[in-house]
């Protein structure tokens, strides 16, 4: 190969400050380096990146912006629209089974009305109504943010159709929530009825919502739902994407030099 030391410089190797002298002789064909090896030190980093908490890419979770709209009931359908009046579906909805109809309804409270609120079906056995908080204001009605369902002392709205009107109580501001499936809720870490925080939107306008209700059932699809006062806050238009802010509490990481 061509390799010969220089006796001297390989008897006297100075490694300080990182160092690495070459000791081969004058005439050499091949240059040798002499550096300094660390085994324990790698050795050490190597174990505490094995030991660390993995740090994983967020799955992204859909957003829906979730506009003003009603659930109807057998009744109101028919104080709406008359008796036996079938609601015709026009476009279906990301969660299974569900669909937006082609009708549309006027929701009036004290100081003023909402034209043109959309209707989603099937219908229900309560009638339930979903405002924002900007909405209640328009309407001159305090509405309560509840979860779907959870319709027991919520106040009074006109619904006004084609047919006729309609008094009814229901009207809520519904929480945000998260729509799963048990297979997906299994991946993500989700169990029903917990709540989490999830990140929304961009740098510069994005946003963590707290609380958000989990809800898991069988032939749900993974979507978050979002009312438009939330969106606009996050300044998301339509819909988008959310990812799950990390309990950092349950995490305990000490380094050590």
Known sequence: MGLRLDHDRNQFIDLGNHAAPQIQAYGARVRVIVTETAEQLMIARETAGALAPKVTVPEPIPVAVSAR??????????????????LTPAV????????????????EGPKGRLERVAILGPERLRT???ISRTDGFALGIDAPVRDSGKLDGTPTVRLIGPAGSFNTDGLIVAARHIHT?????????LVDGALVDVHIGDKERGLVFGKTLIRVSANAATEMHIDTDEANAADIRVN??????????AIAVTNRE
């Open 69 to 86: 709209h009603v659930h109807l009931s057998r009744p109101a359908v028919e104080a709406l629209f008359g008796a036996g009046y079938q």
């Open 92 to 107: 279906s909805l990301r969660q299974p089974g569900q669909w937006a109809a082609s009708e549309r309804i006027t929701l």
């Open 128 to 130: 339930q109504i979903e």
């Open 181 to 189: 499936n048990p297979d997906d809720a299994g991946r993500l870490g």
């Open 240 to 249: 988008g994407e959310g990812s799950l802010v990390p309990d950092l509490r």
